[in-house]
């Protein structure tokens, strides 16, 4: 078994070969031979130093050390009742640390409970219910709306499946999958459309997967390896409290040394004498209240911290939680509302504005200061069909409940808004293929049975297939090879080219998102073609400029981290222009900002001010953050 391969890239035929097993499961014989070379499908118990060693740290950390001495010293120089309370700081202080982070380790150990303990797999050509822990590499799993899933898997069949993923990449939002092979080379096993993880869950739809990885194997299983087996490493507040409990430790014993001496040999005191009053000294030196003061003022921290719904695992890790010097914060859904709703288009020669769109399944859209209605028809068409977001009216609800990505909701929204049912351009043009969009095309296209009946004339012949491609304009631009214009379609040349680039920026610097819309037509033959020749010779029809506005609270917010003297940084996956605008609104780019960088975009572009910073797509995340803060 190649568990090694690049599953995200295998055919559904080929998957069921490569992990040696068929579309009616393996055999509980054959399970359970995998279940002994695999393990169970559990996380294991991480290795904790026992309660009472770590109890005793709390006793005999450097600063505990010294109180103790201190104590003994008391004793030695007669002064009982201080040594008594000196050391009862010491066991005060210790058992209050020690039940914090007690409490806070019990919260940590939920992180198990996350994976289910039933899944439906198929044994023996049979499907069944079986405990999660038996899964193992080659089993055949059946996914439904609401199901958790299990273990790492690719999928074979899916219908309108998307899968809530929050708790591997922190995205809010239900993304689809579909069981296509993936041909991208060097792509990670998350960016994979056609992978499902354990740890999340099914949102909607339904799929049926094969297991590749199980237990510590599976994505989930690494996080919780990373989060579970941190080195334990001292915080800047205990490095610092070490730093100066050495040099009074060295202060204390050298006048008390130096008292010894000068009482002994000047004073004419005897050597006891002498030596209780140096010890005196000592005592008096070791800051007995220091141990007690910086614990109840971390536990004010981690107190008001668990007010925000914030679990702090160490009392020392407040004060670094204090020190934060930057913040690195995702855009949508985070920084603006996650309402995304369109309010302009724009074809070859005219723009045009969009009112009256909401998402209250009552009212019309308006779309004015426009010539070429078919064009812009098949604008909006061509937006709606090429999405996977639904739209739901529970009863009672006087809004529309949004499933899968508010932008593609928004085209759906407006394509109601303007007149067209979906479901009738379902039917009149059925959907036959996906290719899903992802992260390095930045495009999502369909192949459709049949034509639109107002596509335009030029367009029409029997029998014909259509193609809707949408996605970043620059990227549907180039795989464009002409343009819908005055309702005909043109070669596209350099200046058209230019022309869409200009609106395109003109747009996203108003703080739009904007989409690129392109379609082709052809004959039986575009069954047979790949993915890649689908998205190739496309006819650019225009864009569709949508906003997604920021936060009320999120001005004011960033305000005060900039009073604080911390930098929030904007991480995003949007076009600069529109993230540069974003951020003006929000107050991230100011007059204050020195040219600093305080924008960090995934996308290429060339008309940036001097307070961005843009990374090329293929940059991961920690090297986006290093270059910045570089």
């Excluded at 169970?40 to 309660?51: A, G």
């Excluded at 005897?270 to 007690?292: D, M, R």
């Excluded at 033959?525 to 020749?533: F, H, I, K, S, V």
Aim: charge should be negative; hydrophobic fraction near 45%.
């Amino acid at each position: 078994m190649n568990t090694n391969h690049q599953i995200w890239s295998l055919t559904s035929q080929e998957v069921y070969k490569n992990l040696i097993t068929t579309p009616q499961g393996l055999s509980e014989s054959e399970a359970n031979l995998r279940l002994k070379q695999y393990g169970y499908n559990e996380l294991p118990e991480p290795q904790t130093r026992p309660l009472i060693l770590r109890f005793i740290d709390q006793l005999t950390h450097f600063m505990a050390l010294l109180l103790w001495v201190a104590g003994t010293l008391a004793f030695i120089s007669q002064t009982p009742e201080l040594g008594w309370a000196i050391w009862a700081v010491i066991w005060i202080n210790a058992i209050f640390s020690f039940w914090q982070e007690f409490q806070a380790e019990k919260a940590l150990s939920a992180l198990k409970q996350v994976l289910p303990n039933q899944v439906k797999a198929y044994r023996d050509s049979t499907l069944c219910t079986i405990p999660a822990r038996e899964l193992v590499p080659g089993d055949v799993i059946q996914l439904e709306e609401g199901d958790k899933i299990s273990a790492d898997a690719r999928l074979v069949e899916s219908q309108s499946l998307y899968i809530d993923v929050s708790i591997l990449t922190g995205e809010s939002l239900p993304v689809p999958r579909s069981s296509e092979p993936v041909a991208t080379e060097n792509l990670r096993a998350l960016d994979a459309t056609n992978l499902v993880f354990a740890g999340s869950t099914v949102a909607a739809g339904r799929g049926l997967a094969v297991v590749d990885a199980t237990g510590t194997h599976t994505e989930f299983g690494q996080v919780a390896h990373l989060t579970a087996n941190v080195k334990r490493e001292a915080s800047t507040l205990e490095v610092q409290i070490s730093r100066v409990v050495h040099i009074i430790t060295i202060i204390a014993i050298s006048m008390g040394l130096v008292v010894f001496l000068l009482t002994n040999f000047l004073v004419g005191m005897g050597i006891k004498e002498s030596f209780i009053f140096g010890i005196g000294i000592i005592v008096a030196f070791v800051p007995e209240g220091l141990l007690p003061t910086v614990s109840l003022a971390l536990a004010i921290g981690v107190k008001r911290m668990a007010k925000e719904n914030a679990l702090v695992r160490r009392l020392s890790a407040v004060e670094n939680l204090s020190a934060t010097t930057v913040i690195c914060t995702d855009k949508t859904g985070t920084l603006t509302k996650n309402e995304m709703t369109v309010r302009k288009l724009w074809i070859p020669g005219a723009e045009i504005n969009v009112t009256g769109v909401g998402y209250e399944p009552k009212g019309e859209v308006e779309i004015t200061n426009f010539e070429c209605e078919s064009q812009v028809r098949l604008l909006l068409a061509g937006a709606a069909l090429c999405s996977n977001a639904r739209l739901n009216h529970p009863p009672g609800s006087s809004q529309w409940q949004v499933l899968g990505d508010p932008t593609e909701a928004a085209l759906l929204v407006v394509a109601i808004k303007a007149g067209f049912k979906l479901e009738d351009l379902q039917h009149q043009a059925p959907r036959l293929r996906e290719v899903p969009f992802d992260s390095h095309r930045r495009m999502m296209t369909v192949l459709l049975g049949s034509s639109l009946e107002f596509a335009l004339p030029a367009q029409k012949t029997e029998n014909a297939l259509q193609i809707f491609t949408k996605g970043a304009p620059i990227e549907v631009l180039q795989h464009s090879q002409f343009i819908l214009r005055d309702g005909q379609q043109q070669e596209l040349t350099a200046v058209q080219r230019a022309e869409v680039e200009a609106a395109n920026d003109q747009l996203a610097s108003l703080g739009y998102r904007v989409l690129g819309v392109a379609t082709r037509q052809g004959g039986r033959e575009l069954r047979e073609q790949e993915n890649a020749a689908l998205e190739e010779d496309l006819i650019f029809i225009g864009l569709v400029a949508m906003i997604d506005p920021p936060r009320p609270e999120v001005a004011d917010a960033i305000a005060l981290c900039h009073r604080a003297g911390i930098q929030v940084t904007m991480i995003t996956g949007d076009y600069g222009l529109t993230a540069a605008a974003i951020a003006e609104k929000i107050g991230l780019i100011n007059e204050k900002s020195n040219g600093k960088p305080r924008v960090i975009t995934g996308e290429k572009l060339g008309h940036l001010s001097d307070a961005q910073l843009v990374v090329p797509k293929e940059f991961q995340f920690l090297d986006w953050v290093s270059l910045q803060t570089d």
